[in-house]
């Protein structure tokens, strides 16, 4: 049963920084590109960074682009997002997820997580 667990979620002042973790468990996340997205109240799930397999190439959302790091520990099973400078619109649910190409299209993202709260007060 393959379950992605994040966390690292939380209360932040504008500013400030988080960094979020996501663990794996019941695949191997090195045969997996991975993905961050997040989704505000009543708008739709947006992509946040993506990191591919093998050379780890990186992508960002322009809005993020310069503030937040997506990293991953294949030995660890987990990949992480470090978000600084953060801003009252960063505000979200944020979830990982595994997908076979590195992409920004959500719909080639299969497994997901349920997700960490991360609330930006200005």
């Known amino acids: 049963q393959v379950q992605l667990v994040e966390s690292g979620g939380g209360l932040v002042q504008a500013g400030g920084s988080l960094r979020l973790s996501c663990v794996a468990s019941?695949?191997?996340?090195?045969?997996?590109?991975m993905g961050w997205f997040r989704q505000a109240p009543e708008k739709e799930r947006e992509f946040v960074a993506a990191?591919?397999?093998?050379?780890?190439?990186?992508m960002y959302a322009d809005s993020v682009k310069g503030r937040f790091t997506i990293s991953r520990d294949n030995v660890k099973n987990t990949v992480y997002l470090q978000m600084n400078s953060l801003k009252p619109e960063d505000t979200a649910v944020y979830y990982c997820?595994?997908?076979?190409?590195?992409?920004?299209?959500?719909?080639?993202?299969?497994?997901w997580g349920q997700g960490t709260q991360v609330t930006v007060s200005s």
């Open positions: 019941g695949l191997t996340i090195g045969g997996y590109a």
């Open positions: 990191i591919s397999r093998g050379v780890f190439s990186t």
């Open positions: 997820a595994t997908a076979t190409v590195h992409t920004r299209s959500k719909s080639a993202y299969n497994y």
